[in-house]
C-alpha cells in the first residue's frame, strides 16, 4: 500500500472515531436531560448514588468524594447547567468536527474524570479508559481534519494561533 492511500485510511479513521465519540456523547446528554440529571437535585442525587455501597454504584475513592461534596456539591445548580451545555457543545463539536483539538482535550477530562467516578464500584470503569484513550487520539490527529470544520478553517485561516484549537 503506498503511503498516500495509507494516510488517507488513517484520516478516515480518526475521523470515524470522532464521530462516533461525538455520538456517545450526544445520547448520553439525552439520556441524562430525560433523567433531570442536570438540576441541583439531579447531580446531587447521581453524586450520592455514585458513593452509596447499599444501593448505588459502590465508588471507592474518599478523596474524590469530598473533592465533589467540597468544590461542586455547594454550587450543583449553575454546575449543573455548565455540565449540560458543555456535554453538549462538546458532543456537536466533535461529531461535526469543530474546535476537535480543543474539545478532544476537554473530551479526556471528562471521561478522566467518570473513571474518578466510578472507580471501584460496581460500574466496569475500563469504557472510560477505552473513551480517554479515543479522546487522546482525536486530540492528536487533528480528527477534525476529515470531514469535518476544521478542514475548512485550515484552509480558510491557516493553522490556529493556539495549536489547541483545530
Not at 446531587?44 to 471507592?60: H, I, K
Not at 467540597?70 to 463539536?93: D, H, K, R, S, Y
Not at 487522546?136 to 491557516?158: C, M
Amino acid at each position: 500500500m503506498n503511503q498516500k492511500k495509507e494516510t488517507e485510511q488513517l484520516r478516515i479513521a480518526a475521523a470515524l472515531l470522532r464521530i462516533t465519540v461525538g455520538v456517545i456523547i450526544l445520547v448520553t446528554w439525552y439520556e441524562n436531560v430525560t433523567k433531570g440529571l442536570y438540576s441541583a437535585d439531579g447531580l446531587t442525587g447521581f453524586f450520592n448514588w455514585l458513593f452509596d455501597a447499599q444501593n448505588g454504584n459502590a465508588s471507592s475513592l474518599g478523596w474524590y468524594k469530598a473533592f465533589l461534596d467540597t468544590a461542586v456539591a455547594p454550587i450543583a445548580g449553575p454546575f449543573a447547567i455548565f455540565q449540560m451545555t458543555a456535554e453538549l457543545i462538546m458532543g456537536l463539536a466533535l461529531l461535526l468536527g469543530g474546535f476537535t483539538r480543543f474539545f478532544g482535550l476537554a473530551a479526556m477530562f471528562f471521561f478522566a474524570n467518570l473513571f474518578l467516578s466510578y472507580f471501584g464500584g460496581h460500574e466496569w470503569i475500563w469504557v472510560y479508559v477505552l473513551l480517554f484513550m479515543s479522546a487522546l487520539t482525536i486530540f492528536l490527529s487533528k480528527a477534525g481534519r476529515h470531514w469535518g470544520i476544521d478542514r475548512r478553517l485550515a484552509q480558510t485561516r491557516g493553522e490556529p494561533p493556539y495549536p489547541v484549537l483545530w
